[in-house]
């Protein structure tokens, strides 16, 4: 058996959450772009797409954990 779908959306999701930690680390929450993090990720915009909830997250989760 291969991968199911729910794997590889499992998996792509994954990839975004750990690029934007990345990215959100190293540039910086108000300088980092979409294309950013789908650069980091290797995901296309549309892909990146389906995740994008995530990015809202670990944006301001990072917020918090910076100004508390």
Do not use: S
Request: proline share 0%; net charge negative; aromatic share 8%.
């Amino acid at each position: 058996g291969g991968v199911t779908a729910e794997e590889r959306r499992m998996q792509r999701r994954q990839r975004f959450i750990d690029a934007g930690v990345e990215v959100f680390g190293t540039r910086g929450l108000f300088q980092t772009t979409m294309r950013d993090l789908c650069a980091e990720a290797r995901l296309t915009e549309d892909e990146a797409a389906a995740h994008a909830e995530f990015v809202t997250k670990l944006g301001a989760d990072a917020l918090w954990l910076r100004f508390g």
